[in-house]
Antibody, heavy 114, light 109 residues
């Protein structure tokens, strides 16, 4: 089964940017999706990438502020977010799948604080 | 955007009991467009059910999903200690706007 390993926790200042990576054991024809979960809150879909087709979709809420990419050579997907605010403090997950998701990466905690 | 409302917010049961979790959609969705996840503290969610009633690989058969239209149910036939967790439903009827319910916490009574 595909395994997903994410980059480590980050601390960011308001207004800065972040970039989280997600390395897969293999991409194949899979879709990699990004989601997030604010502390004590539910899950939020951010967008997806189909590496083999270079197709990317974003949730409307994140359009223009998030960039999702994939490097087929290293089987690594990336999620970049700009103009960070305290409300962006969350655990960010990558997961395999277009519509339903499994398996998931272990999550990356991003804390935005001055 | 399709809003999913899960109930109850918290379910207090004992091991061996049956758990019934509800997920109601704000509009009718395809019966193949509903998934369920389990999340334990500090862990990533785990896919349990997709297509409303299909168990994911490795999921025990005490977990079952059902429903159609706007009302969906996750049933855990006999709770085991590892089943005490938060459960989320998720719809993918509109693949450009995927949404999750707020979760149901199943806790030990």
């Amino acid at each position: 089964q595909v395994q997903l390993v994410q980059s480590g926790a980050e601390a960011k200042k308001p207004g800065s940017s972040m970039k989280v990576s997600c390395r897969a054991s293999e991409f194949g024809s899979a879709t990699i999706t990004w989601l997030r979960q604010a502390p004590g809150q539910g899950l939020e879909w951010m967008g997806r990438v189909i590496p083999i087709l270079n197709i990317v979709n974003y949730a409307q809420k994140f359009q223009g502020r998030v960039k999702i990419t994939a490097d087929k050579a290293t089987n690594t997907a990336y999620m970049e977010m700009s103009s960070l605010q305290s409300e962006d403090t969350a655990v960010y997950y990558c997961a395999r799948g277009r519509d339903w998701f499994g398996p998931w990466g272990q999550g990356t905690l991003v804390t935005v604080s001055s | 955007e399709i809003v999913l409302t899960q109930s109850p917010g918290t379910l207090s049961l004992s091991a061996g009991e049956r758990a019934t979790l509800s997920c109601r959609a704000s509009q009718r969705i395809s019966s193949i467009s509903l998934a369920w996840y389990q999340q334990t503290p500090g862990q990533a969610p785990r896919l349990l059910i997709y297509g409303a009633s299909n168990r994911a690989t490795g999921v025990p058969d005490r977990f079952s999903g059902s429903g159609s239209g706007t009302d969906f149910t996750l049933t855990i036939a006999r709770l085991e200690p590892d089943d005490f967790a938060v459960y989320y439903c998720q719809q993918y009827d509109n693949s450009a706007s995927l949404t999750f319910g707020g979760g149901t916490k199943v806790q030990s009574k």
